[in-house]
C-alpha cells in the first residue's frame, strides 16, 4: 500500500508540483455558508443504474475540495474569514477522473462532488502562474489536449466563467450551449465553459472538469470582463441537473471508491452511477442522514458561492473504551450493545479528502487504541503508527447503522517505514468522512430527497 506521502515525495521531485502547490498560493478568502438543501420528492428506489462511469484515481494534482477543507481547518481566521492554507502532502486528497464528450470531441476530466461548472481548457488558452499570475507555457498548465470550438458550440452573448478553486486555482472564459455526453448520457443543449485563461495544477490526463453540486453556485457572471465580476453568479442548470429535470436520470449519482493503491500515474478508483446504484456488492440495509449542505464563499466584494460539501450529522461512533456513553443513543438504548459513543458529529463527506477527521477526543481515543498506540505529530498534522500495529476495531454510526472501517484502510504508508492513521484530529474545525470511509460503504446522493444513504460494502 503507498499513502499520498510517498506519492508526493515521488512527484515533488517529477514535476515539481506539490512545492508550487504547497508554497505559494495567491491569497483567496473564504467563509463558510450554508445552503437550504430542499426536498422536491420522495427517495429514488435503490435499484442499479443504466449509466456508470469508471473513475480512474489520479496521482498528480490537488484534490479541489481538500484545498477547500484545509484551508478552514488551518488557514489563518480572521473574523470568520478564511485564508488558503499550504497543504501538507497528506492533506492533499484525491482526484478522480473520467470520459466526458464535448459535441465530438472527447476528454478525461475531473470529477467534483463540490463545484457545478463543466468546464474544457480552450484551444490557445493563456497559462498563467498560481502564484505570481505571471504567463507560462500553456504546457506548464498540463492539461492532457484542449478543446476547439466547433459546431454546434452557441456561444452565449455577454456572460463570462470566472471560479476560484480552494487551492488556489483561478480559470476564467465563456460559456456556450454544446451537447455533452457522460457515460453514455447526452445532454443536447448544455451549457459548459470554455477556459481561456487558466491557473491550474494539471495532471497531464485530464482537460477539464464535471461538477456534480447544485445550480446555485455555478460560476456565471455578467459581462464580458471577468475582472469587473463583483456582482452574484446568474445560476444555470449544471449537466446533472439537467439529466434528471429532462426526465434521462433519477436525480440521484451514486460512488463506490475502490481501495487501490495510489503508486503512480492513474489507477481504478472506483465507480459512479448516474441515477441508480453501481454494480458492486453491498449489503440491503440502508442508513440514510438528511443533507446539510455547506457552502464556502469567497471574500469578494459581494460574496460569491464557490464551493459546496455534501454535509451529514452522524448518529455516533464505536470503538472500545465509549461504553460510557452508550445507552444515551437514540437508536441504541442496550446498555449492554456495542461501545458506541453517541456523538452527533456533523461531517462533510468528501471523496476528495484522504483521511478521516473527527473531534479531537473521539480521534485521540481511537488512535490510542491502535496497538502500539498511533501518536499525532504535528510536522505531519496526523497520528502517525507503526504499519504492523494493530488497529482497533472502529465504526462510524450513521441513521441506525453502524460501517465499519476495514483496518487495512487504517493504514496509509509514509514511505519511511511508518504509516499514517486513517483517523485525524478535526481540531476545532470541521469534521470530514474521506476515502478512508467511503472505500467501506457505497454511497448515495439522492438529490431528489435531499439525504444521503450508505449501506456497507461487501469484505473487499
Ligand atoms: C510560479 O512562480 C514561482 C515564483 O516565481 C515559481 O517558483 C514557480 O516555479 C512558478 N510555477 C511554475 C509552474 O512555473
Ligand atoms: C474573478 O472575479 C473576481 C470577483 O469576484 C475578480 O476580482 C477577479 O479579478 C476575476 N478574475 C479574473 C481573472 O478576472
Ligand atoms: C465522545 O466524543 C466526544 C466528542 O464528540 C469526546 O469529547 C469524548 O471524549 C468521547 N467519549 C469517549 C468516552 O471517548
Ligand atoms: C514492527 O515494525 C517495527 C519497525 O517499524 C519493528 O521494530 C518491530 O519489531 C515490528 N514488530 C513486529 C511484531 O513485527
Known amino acids: 500500500m503507498f499513502g499520498p506521502r510517498k ?13 508550487v502547490g504547497v508554497l505559494g498560493f495567491r491569497s483567496h ?20 443504474a443504466s449509466y456508470v462511469l469508471s473513475l480512474t484515481r489520479q496521482a498528480a494534482g490537488v484534490s479541489r475540495s481538500a484545498g477547500y477543507v484545509q484551508s478552514l481547518r488551518k488557514g489563518n481566521e480572521v473574523n470568520g474569514v478564511y485564508g488558503v492554507a499550504s497543504l501538507t502532502s497528506v492533506e492533499e486528497g484525491e482526484v478522480f477522473l473520467t470520459g466526458v464528450e464535448f459535441g465530438t470531441e472527447s476528454f478525461q476530466a475531473v470529477v467534483d462532488t463540490g463545484s457545478s461548472d463543466t468546464w474544457l481548457a480552450g484551444k490557445g488558452f493563456q497559462c498563467v502562474n498560481v502564484t505570481t499570475g505571471a504567463v507560462e507555457p500553456e504546457s506548464d498548465c498540463l492539461f492532457a489536449s484542449t478543446y476547439t470550438i ?66 446555485s453556485i455555478t460560476s456565471q457572471y455578467a459581462g464580458t470582463n471577468p475582472a469587473l465580476d463583483t456582482t452574484s453568479n446568474i445560476p444555470y442548470n449544471p449537466v446533472f441537473t439537467n439529466m434528471y429535470e429532462e426526465g434521462l436520470v433519477a436525480p440521484l449519482f451514486s460512488l463506490a471508491i475502490e481501495r487501490s493503491s495510489l503508486m503512480s500515474g492513474t489507477v481504478p478508483g472506483g465507480l459512479l452511477a448516474i441515477g441508480g446504484l453501481p454494480p458492486v456488492l453491498f449489503s440491503p440495509i440502508f442508513a440514510s442522514a438528511p443533507f446539510q449542505l455547506l457552502t464556502m464563499v469567497a471574500d469578494a466584494p459581494t460574496p460569491v458561492p464557490q464551493y459546496q460539501f455534501y454535509t451529514i450529522t452522524t448518529n455516533g461512533f464505536y470503538y472500545e473504551g465509549s461504553e460510557d456513553t452508550h445507552w444515551s443513543l437514540p437508536n441504541f438504548p442496550n446498555p449492554f450493545g456495542p461501545p458506541t ?12 479528502t484522504t483521511l478521516i477527521y473527527l473531534p479531537n477526543g473521539i480521534a485521540n481515543a481511537v488512535n490510542a487504541l491502535f ?8 510536522d505531519e498534522g496526523a497520528y502517525i503508527v507503526e504499519c504492523n500495529a494493530t488497529a482497533p476495531e472502529f465504526g462510524v454510526r450513521i441513521g441506525a447503522e453502524t460501517f465499519f472501517i476495514n483496518s487495512e484502510d487504517l493504514f496509509l504508508d509514509n514511505g519511511d517505514g511508518t504509516c499514517i492513521s486513517g483517523v485525524d484530529d478535526a481540531g476545532d474545525s470541521l469534521s470530514i468522512l474521506g476515502d478512508v470511509f467511503l472505500k467501506n460503504v457505497l454511497a448515495v446522493f439522492d438529490v431528489g430527497a435531499s439525504e444521503m444513504r450508505f449501506a456497507a460494502r461487501e469484505f473487499y
Open 7 to 19: 506519492l508526493c515525495a515521488a512527484l515533488c521531485i517529477e514535476l515539481s508540483l506539490c512545492v
Open 29 to 48: 478568502k473564504f467563509k463558510v455558508g450554508g445552503l437550504p438543501a430542499v426536498p422536491f420528492q420522495a427517495p429514488s428506489p435503490n435499484t442499479q
Open 150 to 215: 466547433e459546431p454546434p458550440f452557441t456561444e452565449i452573448p455577454d456572460v463570462n466563467f470566472n471560479i476560484t478553486y480552494g487551492d488556489g486555482e483561478f480559470l476564467t472564459g465563456i460559456f456556450g450551449i454544446e451537447p455533452v455526453t457522460i457515460a453514455g448520457i447526452t445532454v443536447k443543449n448544455q451549457q459548459v465553459a470554455v477556459v481561456d485563461y487558466a491557473a491550474w495544477f494539471g495532471d497531464g490526463v485530464s482537460s477539464g472538469l464535471i461538477g456534480f453540486a447544485f445550480p
Open 341 to 352: 459513543n453517541a456523538s452527533q458529529v456533523q461531517v462533510i463527506v468528501d471523496s476528495g
Open 371 to 378: 496497538d502500539p498506540p498511533a501518536i499525532y505529530s504535528d
